[in-house]
């Protein structure tokens, strides 16, 4: 297990994408296995590979990672998306949990029951621009720097963008009383690593789509 390292998930984004944009922030080059089918799982389960049975995966420095939080923080140590010290990883973390919180509503969205996607859709609506981005916005005007924390970037900065870009395929006006968040925005989308994952052609996935979510749903259950 030498060489790039290996992401085991499906084709889709889910819980993998943000270690996919951890690695690509980090100019890391990652090679993606895609369960595509029930046994694709199975044999991971089989062989040892999914020590809680659960995907995300990534094979890595002769290691087989699980659980997405514990990913991202090994990779954002390694690369320098950490912070300085303990209290910048503290803060770091913070805004990290803060950033999940919203991102699973978003990706959670698609999959409502039809009786139910209008009340989601509301609810995270109304966290995204009274709770969550709000929060960002004062960050940043605290902080004063170009990044949310010490000055340069980390792996809450990394998350952000993902977590806005996100946003604003559900309301593409969602960042307009934010003008820090738009700066910010612009800023790190220019990051040339970041710019790069951002082109069409990259590791990064599109939105999920309802068939989707049938088809990732034939090889989870």
């Known amino acids: 297990m030498s060489g790039k390292p290996k992401l085991h998930y499906f084709n889709g984004r889910g819980r993998m994408e943000p270690i996919r944009w951890l690695l690509a922030a980090a100019g890391v080059e990652f090679e993606e296995s895609f369960i595509e089918k029930k046994e694709d799982l199975t044999k991971l389960q089989k062989d040892g590979s ?3 049975q659960q995907v995300p995966m990534v094979e890595m ?3 087989k990672l699980v659980q997405t939080r514990a990913i991202a923080n090994y990779i954002a140590t390694k690369y320098n998306l950490y912070g300085k010290d303990l209290k910048e990883r503290t803060l770091i973390d913070m805004y990290v949990e803060g950033m999940f919180d919203l991102y699973e509503l978003l990706m959670t969205y698609i999959m409502q029951p039809a009786d139910k996607k209008e009340q989601h859709f509301a609810n995270m609506m109304d966290k995204a621009t009274n709770r969550y981005f709000p929060a960002f ?3 940043l005007k605290d902080h004063g720097k170009d990044f949310l924390v010490g000055n340069q970037l980390s792996r809450a900065d ?3 963008l993902e977590l806005i870009l996100m946003a604003e395929e559900f309301k593409a006006d969602i960042l307009a009383k934010f003008p820090l968040l738009q700066s910010f925005k612009a800023r790190i ?3 040339p690593t970041i710019k790069k994952f951002l ?3 990259s590791q990064r996935k599109p939105p999920v789509r309802e068939e989707d979510v049938a088809k990732f749903s034939k090889a989870f259950h």
């Open 199 to 201: 082109q069409p052609g």
């Open 158 to 160: 990394v998350h952000l």
């Open 137 to 139: 916005e004062k960050v």
């Open 61 to 63: 420095d002769g290691m």
């Open 50 to 52: 999914l020590l809680f």
């Open 189 to 191: 989308s220019n990051i």
